[in-house]
Structures are given as C-alpha cells and as structure tokens.
C-alpha cells in the first residue's frame, strides 16, 4: 500500500477511536480538528469523523468514511432499523403501468390513449428515476470531494423516508422539503455541490428517491 493511503487510515483510525466511547462505555469528545484533515459531518449535524486531506479519492475510500459515520450514528440510535441487507441490488422500482387506459379518452384535442402513448409516458418516467439511481450511487455526479456518495449509507433509498415531507427538520431549523434535505445531505456527509431545485441532477434525485417508496402512503409530517 502506497504511504498516502496508510497515513488516512491511520489517522481514520485515530479520529474513530476518539469520537467513539471508552471501555467504560463514556463519551469522549471529539478532538478539535487536526490541520491537514477535513471534518466530515453526518445528515443529523451531530456525528463527524476526521479525514486527511491527502486520502485518496476513491470508492473504497469514501465507503469507509460512511461505514464509521454509520458505526457511531447506529451506536447511537440503537433502535433503529437501518436494513443493510438491501445492499446487493441497484433495482429501481417501476412506475405505474397504465396500459387499463388503452383505448379510453383523453380529450378531443388528443383522441383515444394508445398503446404508444402508454409506452411513452412509462419509459420517460423510468427513465428520469434511473437517472436520479445513477446519481445516488455516484460520488462523482454528487461532486463530492472525499468519495462518498448517498447509496453508502441508504441501500436503495433506505431510510430516506419521502413520504414523512414536509416535515421540521431540526438541523435545518425550518420546515423542509425532501430537495432541502437532500441539498443539505449532499452537503453533509457527502461534501458535494448543493444543486438548484430545477436542476436535473436535483429532479432526478427527487424522483429515483419517491420512486423506491412507490405504494407508501403519504405521511406528511411524521418523524
Ligand atoms: C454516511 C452515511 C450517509 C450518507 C453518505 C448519506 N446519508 Fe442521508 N442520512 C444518514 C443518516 C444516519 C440519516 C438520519 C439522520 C437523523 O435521523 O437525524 C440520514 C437522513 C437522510 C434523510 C432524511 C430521512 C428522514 O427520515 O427524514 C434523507 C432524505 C437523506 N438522508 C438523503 C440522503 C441523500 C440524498 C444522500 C446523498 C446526497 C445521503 N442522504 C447521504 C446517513 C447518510
């Protein structure tokens, strides 16, 4: 292994080992951060960990910074069911097949829906949440500069729970929309460029997340 790559995880390994608890099981503070690392923090504003500066960019890289924000939040919250066993796939749910609507009206405008019209609107749908698909999974469409990305921690789109929107969001300190807290989660943890709501990395985003939760009922405000 190259020197660069030992030092970040040496220093992983340090920042871990403080901001975890004792054997004694208490807290310890975090240390202030060192010059040369970056602190990441977590979407709660609360978790952090310490990452050189020199760490190499790379998936394997960013998934360890994940998986030890991951280990402290889920040390944390130990009631939480954060359904890691959906890791495998990148399965992308279906839209809606409205293919009962061949053959009815639309307007006199448009005439009767056909099979063609069907295909279309389905294909246009999947494809903007396969997009959005490609865009959690990927540090670099995320811009993040330290590798992760949102599938890390959110197999799926687990846990990001789209239907509960808008909701107060206490990090946030207002009420959010589900855009404002992926904007603020492509902030922390994934350190990446906050997109305008009209983007289309921010619509697809929208999109492939609402997609994974087809058929859950809508529940705005819950926490
Ligand atoms: C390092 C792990 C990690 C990464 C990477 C991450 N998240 Fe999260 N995310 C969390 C945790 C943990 C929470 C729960 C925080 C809490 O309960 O306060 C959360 C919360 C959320 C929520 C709110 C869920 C709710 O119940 O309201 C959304 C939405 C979300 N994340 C989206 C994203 C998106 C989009 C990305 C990528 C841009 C991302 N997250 C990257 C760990 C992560």
Redesign the pocket.
Known sequence: MKTPALLALALLAVSMHASAQDAAGTPQQSPAPASGTTQ?K??????TVQVSKDAPKTREEGQK???S??AQ?KAA?PG?D?VQAEVEAHQVVTPEDNSKLVGTGQSSTYGAVTQQDVQVWNNETYKMAVYGSTV?HSSDE?GSDIA???????PR?A????E??P?F???LGRVAL?RD??N???EH??R?KVLAPDDPKMRA?EAY?LAQRKGVPLDYGK?
């Open positions: 990441v977590l979407c709660d504003n609360k978790t910074i994940s998986d924000l991951m939040w919250n939480k954060w959690f995320l992760v990305s949102c599938d890390m921690c959110h789109a846990n990001t729970h789209p509960t929107y909701k969001q206490p990090q589900l807290m992926i603020w989660c492509i943890p994934v990446g985003l997340i926490r």
